[in-house]
């Protein structure tokens, strides 16, 4: 467990291997600890730092209505500078993904590779909607039924069928969090999962990139990660055909393998 002082802000983060640099932003109201089951895999051959974005885990949670996805980009990049870290692999999950693009497309320089999991250029009228959903009724509901709406969202149809019970437990355990994130932040942060927008940027990427996505996502649905991937030159793609918005948990090994062949594929161009 660490943190640095940096653009404001008290930032927590985790890390754990060795080897080139990889940053992992996790999605919206999510801390680090979430990055677990992959760095598992990942510390195995790079130098992971899994950060808590603005309002999330133990990082300061500075009171504004709405932050930005720009903003938190700016947050990673100044803990990269902080920890002398010139470049790294970035890796975002959904709202960590957005992040993701800002990071490549205002300092390429310092994005070795880029992959974008579950992830959107721009918030269409129904991932909005979801999203006010879930801004508008925290707060309101008790821990454990929020929960069970966000992962409604957030699963699959199968996943749903076939751990039934692993669901209710998780939605059980929801008011337990150590560390659970006030509603103005998540509120915050949702508004900046709503007013981001890339499109018009993204040709801007020069960094290898590799979008992940699940073929029945509810947020990020396959023809919103299509987009991405015509935008950014040369984007590749991985697609776990009955994967939900967190086809990377539900399918950990599959995806742990395809975003470590890609990581491994881009390393030795940047020794």
Not at 101 to 124: D, G, K, M, N
């Amino acid at each position: 467990m660490s943190e640095v002082f940096c653009n404001g802000l008290r930032m927590h983060y985790e890390e754990a291997g060795q080897g080139e640099p990889l940053i992992l932003i996790m999605g919206l109201g999510a801390s680090s600890e979430k990055w677990a089951p992959h760095m598992a895999a990942y510390a195995k051959e790079f130098h992971c730092i899994a950060i808590d974005n603005r309002g999330a885990g133990l990082t300061d949670a500075p009171v504004a209505e709405a932050y930005t996805t720009q903003q938190m980009a700016e947050d990673t990049i100044a803990l990269m500078d902080a920890l002398k870290i010139e470049s790294a692999h970035i890796h975002g999950i959904s709202m960590g993904g957005a992040i993701a693009q800002w990071i490549a497309i205002r300092a390429p320089e310092r994005v070795r590779s880029l992959t974008l999991t579950s992830t959107f250029a721009y918030a269409t009228n129904s991932f909005r909607r979801a999203i006010e959903i879930l801004r508008d009724s925290n707060g309101h509901v008790d821990g454990s039924t929020f929960t069970h709406l966000l992962n409604w969202m957030i699963w699959s149809e199968a996943y749903h069928e076939n751990h039934y019970a692993e669901l209710v437990s998780s939605e059980n355990e929801a008011a337990s969090d150590p560390h659970p994130m006030s509603v103005a932040a998540f509120r915050a942060q949702c508004n900046a999962c709503i007013t981001h927008d890339a499109r018009s940027e993204l040709h801007r990427i020069a960094a290898p990139t590799l979008v992940a996505r699940g073929g029945v996502d509810l947020l990020a649905p396959m023809h919103v990660t299509d987009e991405l991937i015509a935008a950014i030159p040369g984007a590749e793609s991985y697609v776990c055909a009955a994967g939900g918005h967190v086809h990377h948990w539900e399918f950990l090994d599959d995806f742990n393998k395809a975003t470590l062949s890609f990581l491994r594929a881009h390393r030795k161009e940047y020794v």
